[in-house]
């Protein structure tokens, strides 16, 4: 017998008409686990940017407010809100005031927020984006964010060059953000260039960091669409472990009286990991077997097209509820 009992989720951020980032990275997997995903776009390109050459418009603040009115008009409950990148100050703005909206008409929802603003050193927007994005972390309201270690340094000010330093900015995430959850997705280390980590930290009663890392090898190539994926399944994974119910609410105990390596966030990112490398190996597999680069190159069309993510291949790695095992993956909890 079918069963009905849908999540409902909002998803903000950019949609590619060829391709996987953003919306188009999102979307499908999160269906292939249950959610029913309103997609409202920040941008409407051809194809992702490290092709070289795109067509395609950004959608104005007015118009994502526009847009967002209209469902409030049809009347809808989010279980959910994703968010990600948002390519202008004004734009962001008014993203956040609809995620406040939602979060105050719908306590219950959970809100994951990815702060896309750069990666190894530049930015991929506007710097007036910047005190947007604080802004809107400390309003409260976000259930997780995940940004990389170029993301979370302009957060905090720190510079992740260590297992420590990675834990101050994930303190201050909790403490001066007010973020109960905090996810650095890809962070690389001086100790080593062969070994990528993801930090993961959920905030204690008193404040300070229940805080954990995995390491895993890196995989040689130029992949866009990774954090965006990575935020997807940590919303879906997240929710499945925090316990949320029929009426959203979360069922599990506080943070403070679960075993550090049980907590909601620990088994989400160790999940998402175990499907993220999965799904990479199969896009590594499908650019060889058309003679691709592997490493990709940025502005050669041929080469971003071999290593598009193989989403809808993929689909038996994201669709069942236990997670492929990643053996290669290091666990690690921070004291």
Sequence with gaps: MASFDTKRLLSIQSHVVHGYVGNRAATFPLQLRGWDVDALNSVHLSNHTGYGSFRGTKAS??????????????????????????????????????????????????????????????????????????????????????????????????????????????????????????????????????????????????????????????????FTGTGDLFAALTLDRFHKYAGHGDDGKQRRPAPDSVPADQLPLFLAVKDVLGMMHSVLERTLHFSKSLGGTLVGVIGDAESMKSLELQVVQCKDIILPETAPLYKGLQINLIP
């Design 61 to 222: 603040a007015a118009e994502i407010k526009d847009v967002y009115e209209g469902l409030k008009e049809i009347g809808f409950e989010y279980d959910a809100i994703l968010t990600g990148y948002v390519p202008t100050a004004e734009a962001l703005a008014t993203v956040g005031e609809i995620c406040q909206d939602i979060s105050e008409r719908f306590p219950h929802s959970i809100w994951v927020l990815d702060p896309v603003m750069g990666d190894e050193g530049k930015l991929y927007v506007s710097e007036a984006v910047i005190p947007i994005y604080k802004r809107i972390i400390k309003e409260g309201n976000v259930t997780i964010v995940t940004p990389n270690a170029f993301e979370a340094e302009i957060l905090t000010g720190i510079k992740i060059t260590s297992v420590e330093t990675a834990k101050q900015a994930m303190q201050v995430l909790h403490t001066e953000y007010n973020v109960p959850n905090v996810v650095l997705s890809s962070v690389t280390l001086p100790d080593s260039d062969s070994t990528l980590y993801a930090f993961g930290s959920t905030k204690k009663s008193d404040g300070t960091a229940r805080a954990f890392y995995f390491g895993f090898p890196v995989l040689k190539g130029y």
